[in-house]
Every structure is written in structure tokens, then in C-alpha cells.
């Protein structure tokens, strides 16, 4: 897979090396001649250029790219090159990155972003996943549609605790997709037995989400 990245600062280099090493081609395209620094990262096409110039990327050939990565750290600049990658190269797969959370409403197919990528949101998320029992938190939601991959870890006063995937009744819209244990990735086959700490992923619409986390709240037991 050919991949074009927009942008040779520390995020975009730092993708640059993982699609390598996973045998990918990747051109590097970076404006500032300052951030050209072909031996931090061996392997890699690199190209002086303005990455929201049609001019200049036509010199680049985008059209031969299968992905194409705005990862600058300017989201106008991000807007600008997953557009003409889309429209005027027909660039199969563009993924945006978001610097800014006001920015990211813009990020969709609209401005030519098949995938938008927002730190702050995923930051956010991990840290909620890592402290947060009981709760349905949002890891990412899929383009294009209102629906999330979240995770929720089962409290050990869950009722569900103990119980088999079978006898969960869940809201039409949520699906138990896999079921996290000690690390480890079970499919959650209808004998699987749940425990507590497993966490759950899901795949859930937006809609369902209020559903689904009112099913794994605990009881009160001093509620009549």
C-alpha cells in the first residue's frame, strides 16, 4: 500500500516509521525544509512541497496513493489537503488529524476526511477506560454513522456477574462483540461466563448507548 503523509513534524514521522516497518511505502510531504530529515526515518520518499497546492502535488503523483494522512499541526491545512486529496486525486482513504475538539464537526465527508482522528478525544477516552468501572465509555465512533465502538468494565456488584453472554438481553441496536480477560481477547460465545473486571466491547448506535449502560448499573438495594 502506497501511503502519502501530509505533514513531517513528530506525529507525522512517527506514522511514517509503523507503516514501514508493517511493509507499507510512504511519502512524506513537508513544506518546512527545516523538517526534511531523511535519516529519521530510512525508507521513506520525502518531498519539499506545500501539501495544499494542487500544483505541487501533482508533482507528488496523489493519484497513485492508496491512503493519504493530513497529520499537520494545523487543522486548516489538514481540511485542505483531505479535499483536493479526495476531489481532485481521488485518493481512495484520507484520514484527518483534529488539533483542535472545536474543529472537529468539519471533519467528514464534506472537506473529503473519510476518517478524523482527534487526540484530545482519544486521550480522553483511554484515560476513562483505564479508571472507569461500571461505566459505558465511547473509544470511537465509525465514519459516517452514529454508531460507537464503547467499552465497559463489569463491577463486581454487576448482577450480570457470573451470568452467561446467553442471558443478556441487550437493546436491538448494541452488540457484544468481545469480552476482554486478564488481557486477553474471548469471543463471547453464549456459554461464556462473565466475570467481574471483564471489560466489554461493544458496537452500539448512539441511540441504544443510554440503554445498554442502564442494563450494567448496579441495583440500589435500598431503592423499593
Same mark, same amino acid.
Given at each position: 500500500?502506497?501511503?502519502?503523509?501530509?505533514?513531517?513534524?513528530?506525529?507525522?514521522?512517527?506514522?511514517?516509521?509503523?507503516?514501514?516497518?508493517?511493509?507499507?511505502?510512504?511519502?512524506?510531504?513537508?513544506?518546512?525544509?527545516?523538517?526534511?530529515?531523511?535519516?529519521?526515518?530510512?525508507?521513506?520518499?520525502?518531498?519539499?512541497?506545500?501539501?495544499?497546492?494542487?500544483?505541487?502535488?501533482?508533482?507528488?503523483?496523489?493519484?497513485?496513493?492508496?491512503?493519504?494522512?493530513?497529520?499537520?499541526?494545523?487543522?486548516?491545512? %489538514? +481540511?485542505?489537503?483531505?479535499? =483536493?486529496?479526495?476531489?481532485?486525486?481521488? $485518493?481512495? @482513504?484520507? #484520514?484527518?488529524?483534529?488539533?483542535? *475538539?472545536?474543529?472537529?464537526?468539519?471533519?467528514?465527508?464534506?472537506?473529503?476526511?473519510?476518517?478524523?482522528?482527534?487526540?484530545?478525544?482519544?486521550?480522553?477516552?483511554?484515560?476513562?477506560?483505564?479508571?472507569?468501572?461500571?461505566?459505558?465509555?465511547?473509544?470511537?465512533?465509525?465514519?459516517?454513522?452514529?454508531? %460507537? +465502538?464503547?467499552?465497559?468494565? =463489569?463491577?463486581?456488584?454487576?448482577?450480570? $456477574?457470573? @451470568?452467561? #453472554?446467553?442471558?443478556?438481553?441487550? *437493546?436491538?441496536?448494541?452488540?457484544?462483540?468481545?469480552?476482554?480477560?486478564?488481557?486477553?481477547?474471548?469471543?463471547?460465545?453464549?456459554?461464556?461466563?462473565?466475570?467481574?473486571?471483564?471489560?466489554?466491547?461493544?458496537?452500539?448506535?448512539?441511540?441504544?448507548?443510554?440503554?445498554?449502560?442502564?442494563?450494567?448499573?448496579?441495583?440500589?438495594?435500598?431503592?423499593?
Amino acid at each position: 500500500m502506497r501511503v502519502a503523509i501530509a505533514g513531517a513534524g513528530n506525529v507525522g514521522r512517527s506514522i511514517a516509521r509503523e507503516l514501514i516497518a508493517n511493509g507499507h511505502q510512504v511519502l512524506l510531504i513537508e513544506r518546512d525544509p527545516n523538517s526534511i530529515k531523511p535519516d529519521t526515518v530510512p525508507g521513506a520518499e520525502w518531498f519539499q512541497a506545500d501539501a495544499c497546492e494542487l500544483q505541487t502535488l501533482e508533482e507528488t503523483e496523489l493519484e497513485n496513493c492508496d491512503v493519504s494522512i493530513a497529520a499537520t499541526g494545523d487543522d486548516k491545512a %489538514n +481540511l485542505v489537503h483531505s479535499l =483536493l486529496a479526495k476531489t481532485e486525486f481521488g $485518493v481512495p @482513504r484520507t #484520514v484527518g488529524r483534529v488539533n483542535h *475538539p472545536g474543529n472537529e464537526w468539519m471533519f467528514d465527508d464534506v472537506w473529503g476526511v473519510d476518517v478524523a482522528v482527534s487526540t484530545p478525544r482519544i486521550m480522553s477516552a483511554l484515560v476513562e477506560e483505564a479508571v472507569a468501572t461500571g461505566d459505558l465509555v465511547r473509544l470511537f465512533t465509525f465514519t459516517k454513522s452514529t454508531t %460507537n +465502538l464503547s467499552e465497559l468494565r =463489569l463491577p463486581a456488584d454487576s448482577p450480570h $456477574v457470573g @451470568r452467561q #453472554v446467553r442471558d443478556l438481553v441487550m *437493546p436491538a441496536e448494541a452488540v457484544l462483540v468481545s469480552i476482554i480477560r486478564d488481557g486477553v481477547p474471548v469471543v463471547p460465545d453464549p456459554d461464556a461466563v462473565l466475570g467481574a473486571d471483564n471489560e466489554l466491547l461493544f458496537v452500539v448506535s448512539q441511540n441504544a448507548e443510554s440503554k445498554l449502560a442502564a442494563m450494567f448499573t448496579p441495583e440500589d438495594p435500598d431503592q423499593d
